[in-house]
């Protein structure tokens, strides 16, 4: 799952730029209810791992993908 704190990590000279979406905008509410199990990790905005932040990056993702929520990945290896 995309984190923005965590793709954030990327080096300069290679940072993250997703060339692929999945659309989660029915699986939305059970990302959320997963990401409070590790409640110990979440924090309050402006903290990127906060509950708002997570649903406005995967807005932000979804309108890039035409969908209401999505996840970014970036394909480096398709294997058929």
Not at 22 to 33: A, F, G, L, S
Not at 67 to 75: N, S
Request: glycine fraction near 4%; charged fraction near 30%.
């Amino acid at each position: 799952m995309e984190i923005i704190s965590e793709t954030d990590f990327g080096r300069p000279e290679n940072p993250f730029v997703p060339n692929i979406f999945v659309d989660i905008t029915e699986h939305m509410e059970q990302k959320i209810e997963a990401l409070r199990i590790y409640h110990t990790e979440m924090g309050k905005p402006p903290f990127p791992r906060s509950e708002e932040n997570v649903r406005a990056l995967a807005t932000v993702r979804g309108a890039m993908a035409g969908v209401r929520y999505a996840e970014a990945f970036r394909l480096v290896k398709c294997i058929y």
